[in-house]
């Protein structure tokens, strides 16, 4: 059986940050970014991990580095091999981590909708339009949109991203910048949804993340996971209401229930709702991969 972790130690290597669900060790023009077992709700990391999430996620995303490698480069070196330096810890690390180029990341979140839902869903209602981008009249909340669109938001370091116009977007990095951000996005989200689709999941929408390197533009972070993106089944699509996900939706609707207050320190969670996440994360890779979690 596989390790929990919830937080790593490698007292050989230089700590650059824990992130919610990541950490991430400096080795000079590389990083190495372990993804934990840690979860996140609302803003909070919740003291419970879920088992498998990490290599779920770390998996997941090399094999969309892999098939959309067309696309736009990436920035994965290894992912199953572990060397060197960091050969000591090949154990701890064996399908959770991705030793990567370090890029200088752009600042914002290139963010695609093929449907309406969440924080586009909100907006839509006041506005009929997400992030400055006009829609027709009458959709209805999970409705699938005319055709996707890109709808970027700030990388906040603290509290919320906020929903930005393409706009805003080119008085931030410039024009020549904003237009490849864009195209590209929506040819991976594009790409990835046919794919997914064929497997009976909707990609709804997906937050993708970018570097650059000598001016190369590279794919970074993470790629359409269950964390970064929302995974509806089709069996079950029904528009006019929030959708069943593949995601941590089932941890999120558990804390509403029990009147949490949305604020440090997080409940921990039982163990009905630690493995249904568990299970919610394994089959979204299964069904993606079209094989079992190694």
Not at 230 to 258: H, N, T
Request: net charge neutral.
């Amino acid at each position: 059986m596989r390790a929990i972790i919830s937080q790593t130690e490698f007292p050989g290597l230089k700590l650059l940050g824990r992130g919610k669900v990541r950490d991430i060790y400096d080795l000079g023009d590389r990083l190495l970014i372990v993804a934990t077992d840690r979860l996140s709700a609302f803003d909070v990391v919740l003291p419970t991990p879920i088992p498998d999430k990490g290599r779920v996620l770390t998996q997941l995303s090399v094999f969309w580095f892999e098939k959309l490698a067309d696309v736009v480069p990436h920035h994965v070196i290894e992912a199953k091999n572990f060397t060197g330096e960091l050969a000591p810890y090949a154990d701890a690390l064996a399908g959770r981590a991705m030793l990567v180029r370090r890029t200088q990341p752009a600042p914002i979140e290139c963010v695609v909708r093929g449907y309406i839902s969440g924080s586009g869903w909100k907006d839509y209602l006041k506005t009929r339009a997400i992030c400055g981008i006009s829609l027709p009249a009458g959709l209805r909340e999970s409705d699938r949109l005319p055709e996707p669109i890109f709808t970027p938001s700030t990388k906040a370091t603290t509290g919320h991203d906020e929903n930005i116009s393409f706009e805003e977007t080119v008085s931030r990095i410039g024009l020549p910048l904003a237009e490849r951000l864009r195209d590209v996005s929506l040819t991976l989200y594009r790409r990835a949804a046919e794919h997914a689709a064929a497997r009976g999941i909707i990609i709804a929408d997906t937050k993708f993340e970018f570097g650059l390197r000598d001016d190369e533009l590279i794919w970074i972070d993470e790629a359409l996971t269950p964390d970064s993106s929302r995974f509806w089944p089709a069996s079950q699509y029904s528009p006019g209401k929030a959708q069943p996900s593949f995601d941590k939706q089932f941890v999120r609707d558990y804390l509403e229930k029990i009147g949490w207050n949305k604020q440090p320190p997080a409940p921990a969670l039982p163990p009905d709702v630690v493995s249904g996440t568990q299970q919610k994360y394994r089959e979204a890779y299964q069904r993606i991969t079209g094989h079992a979690l190694d």
